[in-house]
């Protein structure tokens, strides 16, 4: 049995959008297979965003981001759903890793010296939706919003490995979206 923290970063709380299809698909494989799940839906929480270095650094946490805190650290394994707005993630899902993971928490900054992570121990899998086609994204864009999410945000806090399911073209007409909801229910199951 593994524990694993579920997080759904799409904005839009329409329970209608695919990425929280593809979401719920992965908790019924996780929770089917007896892993232990918790779940974090972005677009129900109420929270500012953070405005200055001042307030990331030094701010008290928010009781509500307090209790996800507490869920990370539960967690062994860390599944992440967004889809790509603009090239990135949708400015709600990033004020929400921002209040998240802050210092003394996600990581600890050193006096002369890079940053000490405090989050390892953790593996994490990233699933990402957008109109694009896959190919473009990987291959002309070259993941990099995918790439700065697994590298400097959760390799940065300790996450590792970081695997990540791109899924291109869902607005189309010929995307395989049965067949993504059967992957995402067996990547729920192994817990990866």
């Known amino acids: 049995m ?14 209608a959008r695919y990425g929280h299809a593809l979401a719920r698909a992965y908790a019924e494989g996780a929770t089917g297979a007896g892993h232990a799940l918790r779940r974090v839906e972005v677009a129900d929480l109420d929270f500012p965003l953070l405005r200055s270095q001042a307030q990331y650094r030094a701010e008290p946490v928010l009781p509500v981001i307090e209790a996800i805190q ?7 394994h860390v599944a992440i759903f967004y889809p790509l707005w603009l090239g990135d993630v949708p400015a709600l899902f990033k004020g929400f890793l921002e209040q998240l993971l802050r210092p003394d928490f996600a990581f600890r900054y050193v006096e002369h010296g890079f940053p000490e992570p405090l989050l390892q121990g953790r593996s994490a899998r990233v699933v990402v939706t957008m109109s694009t086609p896959t190919p473009i994204y990987s291959w002309v864009y070259r993941a990099h919003s995918l790439k700065s999410l697994e590298r400097n945000i959760l390799g940065f806090c300790g996450l590792g490995p970081v695997r990540h399911s791109i899924l291109g073209s869902v607005d189309s007409n010929w995307t395989p979206r049965k067949r993504y909801l059967e992957d995402m229910e067996a990547l729920g199951g192994a817990a990866r």
Do not use: C, F, S
């Open 70 to 76: 507490q869920d990370l650290l539960w967690a062994e």
């Open 2 to 15: 593994t524990r694993i923290l579920l997080i759904d970063g799409h904005p839009d709380p329409d329970p």
